[in-house]
């Protein structure tokens, strides 16, 4: 990248005295532990148990919890997560005192799915009794058996989605024998697992459940057209298709709005959202959280490298400017002296920066290639706090992880970060932070930066050569910054802000918004990628082919662009391997 200046229903037959025989007597001997996975004996459609490596999953929960879950050799449903083993590893948690001589005197009682017929009988029988009581001719101690085992894992026909689960927001309506039905998502398992469920079996969570009902019915009325409304007042069976992913992405909008305010509300609740629905892959948060750009190797390095590129001289330069009398005279100063004397950097003589006193945040008011010259704790204005030039100290100041949440793009371009607070154009987003590094750092730290399919620098340019080139470098270390990904029609843009040490060599890149910006939409900016002509590098390249050769890249690497914007990068690469094609045959 470069700146410049610029639980499920089953299905089976009813069960068969055969497989109910196979239970096996109270007295029976003790279970065995290791056991092979279940196959099924005979067909269900939409359901598959497998073996699940419970130990493992809930261990760190309550290793009692997980010998008595060993010991009773039952197996879950593909379909349940985490949360879900989680939740039956709590329920032993609260409803198990005692749980070393609770799982003696099970083991000795229960010897229990010593077979596959059994194991077999016990899910089909779930399905089709709703009660224990209703198994016929099961004995008493049987009886008591299943039920344990049901209530357990919260098994029982007609609840089993929805006794031991909260509803966390509902995606869909619709009316079935006259009654309405409702598509839950429910807390813990992910949105495909959603059920239909009618609001009479949401026991445990009646009033909760009325509330999540009322919030869909409102973002519902916000959605469906007026003329639709027939539809909202439930006449008819169900709300359009077309509807149904408005309503759904709106939803999670209102969802996710109500998480900041509750983040808001209580700041010990603040923490990172991060959103994954297409893959199973290693955390984000592979690096070092820091605010501010940390030093790679020794400050004195740094001076020792400014020196040797003789630019001393203008750094003591911008060094003198502070405010005297008047917030602004720091910047006006430079612009004199400086800026205008060496014609080494733009600045632009206008304001930096509006205040909007409603929204409480500078909205930026220049051009991005002129440098921003912040005020520094020397001025006058700062030390009577009438400052107007301090954004970046309320940016880092105003840090909130609230802002943003962390997705997965599912389209091959990583982790992204996506907005969750709208963003007005001209507002400050987030600071790019890293490792500042010079020419000699990344060389040294070349191999780990660069070893990875993932770039994370940003160039901090200088045109000219005999001035010190910097990066700041965000793979070891850094802030959400580091998971904005590259657009060729972004919604963010690059400011370069000179602040404490006055140095025009190491400016903050801080990230602004170049239009307004709406909760759930994608962070991006532009890397700056640049199309190379591989002919141009390969001159003695003999493969005929070559010669059209384009290439996108990032920092000197290729990179193939997935921003999907009409004016992508990619897309003009391919154009002028097709005009250059055109050309050359005609020239021959
Ligand atoms: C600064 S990181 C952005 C965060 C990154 N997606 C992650 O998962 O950590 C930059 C890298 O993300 C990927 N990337 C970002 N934008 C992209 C795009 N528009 N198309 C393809 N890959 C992209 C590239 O691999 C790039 O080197």
């Given at each position: 990248m470069k700146i410049e200046p610029s639980v499920s229903k089953v299905t089976d037959k009813p069960t068969t005295r055969r497989s109910r025989r196979?239970?096996?007597?109270?007295?029976?001997?003790l279970p065995v532990t290791s056991q092979k996975p279940v196959s099924r004996t005979r067909a269900s459609s939409d359901i598959l148990f497998e073996e699940t490596n419970v130990e493992e999953q809930?261990?760190?929960?309550k290793p009692e919890c997980v010998n008595e879950l060993k010991s009773t050799k039952v197996r879950f449903p593909k379909m349940m997560t985490m949360a879900f083993l989680r939740e039956i590893a709590d329920s032993f948690k609260n409803s198990v005192n005692n749980v070393e001589s609770r799982c003696k005197s099970l083991k000795k009682r229960y010897t229990w799915l010593d077979t596959e017929d059994e194991k077999d009988w016990f899910y089909k029988s779930c399905s089709e009794y709703?009660?224990?009581?209703?198994?016929?001719?099961?004995?008493p101690s049987e009886i008591l058996r299943v039920d344990y085992f049901r209530k357990t894992f919260g098994?029982?026909?007609?609840?089993?989605?929805?006794?031991a689960r909260k509803a966390e927001y509902i995606l869909d309506f619709k009316r079935k024998s006259r009654n309405d039905i409702y598509k839950v998502k429910w807390c813990?398992?992910?949105?495909?697992a959603a059920t239909w469920v009618r609001p009479v079996d949401i026991i445990a969570f009646r009033y909760e459940f009325a509330r999540r009902v009322t919030e869909f019915w409102e973002a519902v009325v916000k959605l469906v057209p007026h003329k639709e409304m027939p539809i909202v007042r439930r006449s008819?069976?169900?709300?359009?298709a077309e509807y149904i992913s408005k309503i759904c992405s709106n939803y999670q909008k209102i969802k996710r709005e109500s998480m900041i305010e509750i983040c808001a509300e209580n700041p010990l609740k603040s923490a990172l959202l991060i959103e994954n629905e297409y893959d199973v892959c290693?955390?984000?948060?592979?690096f070092e959280f820091i605010s501010e750009n940390a030093f790679c190797g020794a400050k004195e390095q740094l001076k020792a490298y400014e020196d040797e590129k003789a630019t001393q001289k203008q750094v003591a330069e911008a060094l003198g400017f502070c405010c005297k009398q008047e917030c602004g005279e720091c910047s006006a100063n430079f612009y004199k002296e400086y800026a205008l004397a060496s014609h080494k950097a733009t600045y632009s003589k206008h304001k930096h920066y509006k205040y909007d006193?409603?929204?409480?945040y500078w909205k930026v008011c220049h051009p991005a290639h002129f440098l921003i010259f912040e005020c520094t704790d020397d001025c006058i204005c700062k030390k009577e706090g009438?400052?107007?030039?301090?954004m970046l100290t309320k940016l880092r100041d105003n840090?909130?992880?609230?802002?943003?949440l962390v997705s997965r793009?599912?389209?091959?371009?990583g982790w992204g970060l996506t907005a969750m607070q709208a963003f007005k154009q001209g507002e400050p987003v987030i600071e790019y932070v890293g490792e500042l590094m010079t020419e000699e750092n990344f060389r040294q730290n070349e191999t780990e930066i660069w070893?990875?399919?993932l770039m994370y620098s940003m160039d901090l340019t200088q045109?000219?050569?005999n001035l010190p080139a910097y990066t700041v470098d965000s793979s070891r270390k850094g802030n959400h910054s580091r998971l904005i990904n590259h657009s060729c029609e972004p919604n963010l843009v690059t400011y370069k802000i000179i602040k404490e040490d006055r140095n025009i060599n190491r400016p903050h890149p801080v990230l602004f918004a170049a239009k307004d910006i709406a909760i759930g939409e994608e962070l991006s900016f532009n890397y700056k990628l640049t199309i190379i002509n591989q002919n141009e590098n390969s001159k003695?390249?003999?493969?005929?082919?070559?010669?059209?050769e384009f290439d996108v890249v990032e920092n000197g690497r290729a990179f193939i662009c997935?921003?999907?914007?009409?004016?992508?990068i990619d897309k003009k690469k391919n154009l002028k391997r097709k005009h250059d094609r055109k050309r050359s045959n005609k020239m021959r």
């Amino acid at each position: 990248m470069k700146i410049e200046p610029s639980v499920s229903k089953v299905t089976d037959k009813p069960t068969t005295r055969r497989s109910r025989r196979l239970l096996a007597p109270i007295s029976a001997q003790l279970p065995v532990t290791s056991q092979k996975p279940v196959s099924r004996t005979r067909a269900s459609s939409d359901i598959l148990f497998e073996e699940t490596n419970v130990e493992e999953q809930i261990f760190k929960i309550k290793p009692e919890c997980v010998n008595e879950l060993k010991s009773t050799k039952v197996r879950f449903p593909k379909m349940m997560t985490m949360a879900f083993l989680r939740e039956i590893a709590d329920s032993f948690k609260n409803s198990v005192n005692n749980v070393e001589s609770r799982c003696k005197s099970l083991k000795k009682r229960y010897t229990w799915l010593d077979t596959e017929d059994e194991k077999d009988w016990f899910y089909k029988s779930c399905s089709e009794y709703p009660t224990a009581q209703m198994l016929p001719e099961a004995s008493p101690s049987e009886i008591l058996r299943v039920d344990y085992f049901r209530k357990t894992f919260g098994w029982e026909k007609r609840h089993a989605n929805t006794c031991a689960r909260k509803a966390e927001y509902i995606l869909d309506f619709k009316r079935k024998s006259r009654n309405d039905i409702y598509k839950v998502k429910w807390c813990g398992l992910p949105e495909y697992a959603a059920t239909w469920v009618r609001p009479v079996d949401i026991i445990a969570f009646r009033y909760e459940f009325a509330r999540r009902v009322t919030e869909f019915w409102e973002a519902v009325v916000k959605l469906v057209p007026h003329k639709e409304m027939p539809i909202v007042r439930r006449s008819n069976c169900s709300i359009p298709a077309e509807y149904i992913s408005k309503i759904c992405s709106n939803y999670q909008k209102i969802k996710r709005e109500s998480m900041i305010e509750i983040c808001a509300e209580n700041p010990l609740k603040s923490a990172l959202l991060i959103e994954n629905e297409y893959d199973v892959c290693a955390s984000p948060f592979n690096f070092e959280f820091i605010s501010e750009n940390a030093f790679c190797g020794a400050k004195e390095q740094l001076k020792a490298y400014e020196d040797e590129k003789a630019t001393q001289k203008q750094v003591a330069e911008a060094l003198g400017f502070c405010c005297k009398q008047e917030c602004g005279e720091c910047s006006a100063n430079f612009y004199k002296e400086y800026a205008l004397a060496s014609h080494k950097a733009t600045y632009s003589k206008h304001k930096h920066y509006k205040y909007d006193e409603e929204r409480d945040y500078w909205k930026v008011c220049h051009p991005a290639h002129f440098l921003i010259f912040e005020c520094t704790d020397d001025c006058i204005c700062k030390k009577e706090g009438r400052c107007k030039l301090d954004m970046l100290t309320k940016l880092r100041d105003n840090h909130s992880s609230n802002k943003f949440l962390v997705s997965r793009t599912g389209d091959d371009r990583g982790w992204g970060l996506t907005a969750m607070q709208a963003f007005k154009q001209g507002e400050p987003v987030i600071e790019y932070v890293g490792e500042l590094m010079t020419e000699e750092n990344f060389r040294q730290n070349e191999t780990e930066i660069w070893n990875k399919n993932l770039m994370y620098s940003m160039d901090l340019t200088q045109n000219d050569k005999n001035l010190p080139a910097y990066t700041v470098d965000s793979s070891r270390k850094g802030n959400h910054s580091r998971l904005i990904n590259h657009s060729c029609e972004p919604n963010l843009v690059t400011y370069k802000i000179i602040k404490e040490d006055r140095n025009i060599n190491r400016p903050h890149p801080v990230l602004f918004a170049a239009k307004d910006i709406a909760i759930g939409e994608e962070l991006s900016f532009n890397y700056k990628l640049t199309i190379i002509n591989q002919n141009e590098n390969s001159k003695h390249d003999d493969n005929s082919d070559s010669e059209h050769e384009f290439d996108v890249v990032e920092n000197g690497r290729a990179f193939i662009c997935r921003c999907g914007s009409k004016k992508c990068i990619d897309k003009k690469k391919n154009l002028k391997r097709k005009h250059d094609r055109k050309r050359s045959n005609k020239m021959r």
